[in-house]
């Protein structure tokens, strides 16, 4: 599993096609999650957990030592298939390596029923949609984290 997390003063998501916004957020992370074939609940609860506590927030000395739940900031979680992408041969990224979308979907509904159990408001975004992400960087700050 791989997820890019973005630190964001806010951030919305919209489905084009529908011509609809479908989630927004204030400050908190907007995450990228790219689930790949090997990846299970257990991943999940993993991930929930790194994403819960990773300590990305500035305190008043202006280091990293508050994280989205010690802030009560929110946090808008977006499937992206691509980052399970390698490009290792030839130009064209392979996606071989991602789970199939149905297997993704449920994973990706466990984590964010994982987030929320944790006390951390989710919106997200829609799975096999073409989404506009719009954000407002914080920092920049933009941690990949894997399991």
Known sequence: MKTIALRVSKANLVIPEESRQAAAIGNGIVVFVGIEKND??????NMAEK???CRIFED???KLNYSVKDKNYEI??????TLCANI????RPSIENAMPQDL???LFENLIILLRARGIPVSSGEFGKTMSINTECAGPVNIIIEI
């Open 40 to 45: 299970n609940d257990t991943t999940m609860e």
């Open 51 to 53: 994403i819960t506590n």
């Open 60 to 62: 008043e000395n202006k």
């Open 76 to 81: 808008l979680c977006v499937p992206n298939f």
């Open 88 to 91: 290792n041969k030839g130009r």
């Open 104 to 106: 993704a979907c449920k």
